[in-house]
């Protein structure tokens, strides 16, 4: 059964049915995307010696032909990894940073009614560890998650997301599928495969751009914007 909140925004409207688990956010002492394709990174010097740095790897949009076959319609998947790293003294303590991921849709013009719809991947927590994840699932944090294995594994887990943002007369969509996420240490991951997404009633070429944000718990705040892929 789909439990469906509305938000009230001054811009897009955005209209969120939650339908599952999605995405896992976690802290651990490896970052998963340290031996992946980094697509862009941006580090802001915090105070003290330390530095935060947001970084985007092995990104794919595909673009494909909409099922409705209408002109004014347009089809995608994507995927990608989005990681948040604290260095310098005393990293590990760090507490409260809050991690965005989300994609900026340009466009023209669009129709009255048009809209961006995206749903992101389900989570299928199943029998063991090698169970088949649509993200990744990391270990070692606060809320004890069993798997059926005998292992406690822990997670803060996104909810799977179908979203409906209203696409403004023209300009710039945003679209978060992880807003403001809280986590406690020095480095996080959040792992997706499968977004699908299609944009109806634009006019013109459509384009979309991957984004990535971090805040501390100190306001500072870095964001990395990834290469734009355009229909």
């Avoid at 992946?36 to 010696?49: C, F, K, T, Y």
Wanted: charged share 15%.
């Amino acid at each position: 059964m789909r439990n469906k909140l509305s938000y009230a925004c001054k811009k897009p409207a955005l209209r969120l049915a939650v339908l599952g688990a999605a995405a896992t956010l976690g802290v651990f002492a490896n970052p998963a995307a340290a031996g992946a394709a980094v697509d862009n990174s941006r580090i802001l010097p915090l105070e003290g010696g330390r530095a935060i740095e947001v970084t985007q790897a092995d990104t794919s949009i595909q673009w494909y032909p909409p099922l409705d076959s209408s002109p004014l319609s347009v089809e995608f998947f994507a995927d990608g990894t989005t990681s948040v790293r604290i260095t310098g003294y005393e990293a590990a303590q760090a507490t409260g940073t809050k991690l965005t991921v989300g994609y900026q849709i340009g466009y023209p013009a669009a129709l009255p009614g048009a809209i961006a719809h995206i749903i992101t991947p389900g989570l299928d927590v199943g029998g063991n560890n090698s169970a088949n994840l649509g993200v990744e699932i990391i270990p070692d944090l606060a809320v004890g998650v069993d798997l059926g294995t005998g292992n406690d594994w822990g997670a803060s887990i996104v909810p799977e997301q179908e979203l409906e943002v209203e696409l403004q007369p023209g300009g710039i969509t945003d679209v978060p599928i992880v807003e403001e996420q809280v986590f406690d240490g020095d480095t996080a991951t959040v792992r997706f495969a499968g977004i699908h997404g299609s944009v109806s009633g634009a006019l013109g070429p459509v384009t979309l751009r991957p984004y990535a944000k971090a805040v501390t718990s100190s306001n500072d705040v870095v964001i990395t914007y990834g290469a734009p892929h355009r229909f």
